[in-house]
């Protein structure tokens, strides 16, 4: 009972702070060690983070 009252306090701040919406139902993962864990889909957040592709310049090309 005590891990419910912590998710629901989770929920309701994150609510009030618009870190989330409820809009959808917010799932739960069951892990191996039979405990839960909230499952949270970044799914809207990488459609609007711009990706910058640039390759990385090699070590060894930076110390020549």
Request: aromatic share 10%.
């Amino acid at each position: 009972m005590d891990k419910l009252k912590v998710i629901k306090q989770y929920l309701i701040n994150n609510l009030d702070k618009g870190f989330i919406e409820l809009s959808v139902l917010i799932p739960f993962i069951l892990k191996l060690d039979r405990t839960i864990r909230l499952y949270i889909n970044y799914y809207g957040l990488n459609k609007i983070i711009i990706k910058n592709r640039y390759l990385l310049p090699l070590v060894s090309k930076m110390l020549d």
